[in-house]
């Protein structure tokens, strides 16, 4: 059974760098075809895919936010993270990592952490 817990701070400031990390247990993210993902959801709004890194560690990100937004992993801890920079107030969510087999469904999700962006 695979698992995945995000972790980072719960209260950044507008203009600042947000850093999350999700870990994986129960599952390795090399191994084809997983795909890592991070996914938002801001207060009244839907789900927002935000982007992947995926088992071989290529990135995508969603056009709207990959100025901002980076993704990487640290095979040795089995764990990927999410940068986003330039807050702004709008980037209030709970932020989820969750898996997929390539391109398809998710199948795996973290709790969540709610970030709040807050001067």
């Known amino acids: 059974q695979v698992q995945l817990q995000e972790s980072g701070p719960g209260l950044v400031k507008p203009s600042q760098t947000l850093s999350l990390t999700c870990t994986v247990s129960?599952?390795?993210?090399?191994?084809?075809?997983?795909?890592w993902n991070w996914i938002r959801q801001s207060p009244g709004k839907g789900l927002e895919w935000m982007g992947v890194?995926?088992?071989?560690?290529?990135?995508y990100y969603n056009p709207s936010l990959k100025s901002r937004t980076s993704i990487s992993r640290d095979t040795s801890k089995n764990q990927f993270s999410l940068r986003l920079n330039s807050l702004i107030p709008e980037d209030t969510a709970v932020y989820y990592c969750?898996?997929?087999?390539?391109?398809?469904?998710?199948?795996?999700w973290g709790q969540g952490t709610q970030v709040s962006v807050s001067s």
């Open positions: 890194i995926h088992y071989d560690g290529s990135t």
């Open positions: 969750a898996r997929a087999e390539g391109w398809g469904a998710y199948d795996y």
């Open positions: 129960g599952g390795s993210i090399t191994i084809s075809y997983g795909t």
